[in-house]
């Protein structure tokens, strides 16, 4: 388990992080910028859904990606090319951001942009399934990644992120022929632990399902009924 | 991050962590049992390749199982359908197995067998790329799996795991057909950080590559060469 509390300094640390994602969020909410945390398992597909994202709705929407990952900018370089500001945040051993780090990572935004400028702020965590459902970094959504390939089961046994999810995207539907899988088990398994959440099965590589996520993510931005209550 | 140091209790925790790794690990000399950690993100194939292997091997070694989840012994129940002991250990919202959890599993296997009479001890971890690797539970060697739709950048983006394992396999080889994907170059990123681990790259549908995990397995309960030393 992450430590969460220290002692000496007579702090609970998921507090102390709650305190200062809530910080983030009212710098967000004073910008007019909707952030949205990008969660899965390394490889599910989070960075091609943003460079999909990136490519699919830069007439609609001004974006920004805090891009985050333990060591190599291979993942910023790639959507840097969608023409966006990308700030990398190198974790080194942690396995999630946190709202310290996403902090930091709008000060450096901030220093050659307007935020004022942007609708949207996509962050793609760390690659895990666990750790970054529990650190908010000052969101107003929760985004889980979901591949086909990781199985049926993964609701159940990670309960955590899928609990936390409002929007779950199950990715890699293509390879569906050649698994034995059932999506609609998988959506079974989400719902019996979350009934709020969209649910949205997509493919990068044949397009399916990205024209409703599009459509999703264009709702977050005017603040629908997708968006999180501070808490 | 986790917290790595408790100032109020004074004490490391990973150090706190390997000491009773190194404990465990000297139990598990004693009783003659060879103890794998098997690690990798959601759904890579952990629960599968343990399947096999106990199938494969019941006439070789007498096995045990230490099966770790955060929730749910769905993985508990697929492997005790092959007749070896099978001790779940439900980590709640921790992401990883730490010493003192495998200890405590320990203890239960005790009280219903003979530790003597074992060859080797299978521990399967959290589903998680990035945490397990840091929390040593005694095991002489860290089995990784990758999966090859996680994609070919993996091993530079989460270098821990790769640069600790003793056994790389790459899973899901059946697949690649379908993916933009060169098994070599998963390879190759892995020696850039790890020049000493073996790599098999397996399916479990064909059983391509299993016979060589499982001579793997076998020369490992005769502690040759692929053992790790107590650091």
């Known amino acids: 388990m992450h430590q969460t509390f220290d002692a000496a300094l007579g702090v609970n640390l998921l507090h102390a992080n709650q305190d200062l994602a809530d910080h983030n969020r009212e710098h967000f909410d004073a910008w007019g910028l909707t952030c949205l945390n990008v969660m899965s398992s390394p490889g599910a597909g989070k960075t091609v859904l943003l460079e999909k994202t990136l490519a ?14 333990m060591t190599t900018e291979l993942d910023a370089e790639r959507l840097r090319q969608y023409g966006v500001p990308v700030i990398p945040i190198n974790t080194g051993r942690s396995c999630h951001l946190d709202a310290k780090m996403v902090s930091g990572g709008l000060h450096r935004l901030e220093q050659e942009y307007d935020p004022n400028d942007f609708d949207l702020l996509l962050v793609e965590n760390v690659g895990n399934l666990v750790c970054p459902a529990e650190f908010e970094v000052g969101e107003h959504a929760k985004i889980a990644l979901l591949s086909v390939t990781e199985g049926e089961d993964k609701p159940l046994k990670y309960p955590v992120m899928f609990q936390e999810a409002d929007c779950l995207l199950v990715t890699k539907i293509d390879l569906v022929p050649y698994l034995k899988i059932d999506v609609q088990r998988i959506i079974d398994n989400v719902r019996q632990m979350n009934s709020h959440a969209s649910i949205i099965p997509v493919s990068a590589q044949t397009g399916e399902g990205l024209e409703t996520w599009y459509d999703w993510v264009k709702k977050s931005c005017h603040r629908e009924d997708v968006m999180k209550v501070t808490a």
């Not at 699919?56 to 985050?68: F, H, N």
């Open 56 to 69: 699919a709705l830069k007439d609609d929407l001004k974006m920004a990606v805090i891009e985050g990952d």
